[in-house]
Nanobody, 127 residues
Framework: QVQLVQSGGGLVQPGGSLRLSCAAS????????IAWFRQAPGKEREGVSC????????YHVASVRGRFDISRDVAKNTVFLQMNSLKPEDTAIYYC????????????????????WGQGTQVTVSS
C-alpha cells in the first residue's frame, strides 16, 4: 500500500515563505507524477503545481507561477513545494497526489488520474 505523507505548512505573514514536503512510502516514480492541489474554504479544489518524475519538467498554474517552485528528491522519494511571496488568497489546505504518468506535464493537472493522496496540510497566510 502506497502512502503519501505530507509535512510543512502553518501560519505565515503575507510575503513570507513556506515549504511543503510529500514523501512516498515506496518508490513509485516510474509510474507516477506528483501534483499539489489546494482547497480553500467554500471553494472547489484546484490544481496548483505538478512535476514529471521522469523528465523533471514542472508546471504551475498562472496564479502561483513565479512564486511557487516544485522539485523532487528521487533518492528520498520526496517532492517539495516551495511557496514564496505568499498572499492571503493562498490560504487553503494543500494536498499532494500521485497521478498516473502519461499526460504531458502541462496537461497533468486536468488529465491526470489520481491514485494516492496525502493527508493534507493547512497553509494560512495572514497578518
Amino acid at each position: 500500500q502506497v502512502q503519501l505523507v505530507q509535512s510543512g505548512g502553518g501560519l505565515v505573514q503575507p510575503g513570507g515563505s513556506l515549504r511543503l514536503s510529500c514523501a512516498a512510502s515506496v518508490s513509485i516514480w516510474d509510474r507516477y507524477d506528483i501534483a499539489w492541489f489546494r482547497q480553500a474554504p467554500g471553494k472547489e479544489r484546484e490544481g496548483v503545481s505538478c512535476i514529471s518524475m521522469i523528465t523533471n519538467r514542472t508546471y504551475h498554474v498562472a496564479s502561483v507561477r513565479g512564486r511557487f517552485d516544485i522539485s523532487r528528491d528521487v533518492a528520498k522519494n520526496t517532492v517539495f513545494l516551495q511557496m514564496n511571496s505568499l498572499k492571503p488568497e493562498d490560504t487553503a489546505i494543500y494536498y499532494c497526489t500521485a497521478l498516473r504518468s502519461g499526460p504531458p506535464v502541462d496537461r497533468l493537472l486536468q488529465m491526470g488520474v489520481d491514485d494516492y493522496w496525502g493527508q493534507g496540510t493547512q497553509v494560512t497566510v495572514s497578518s
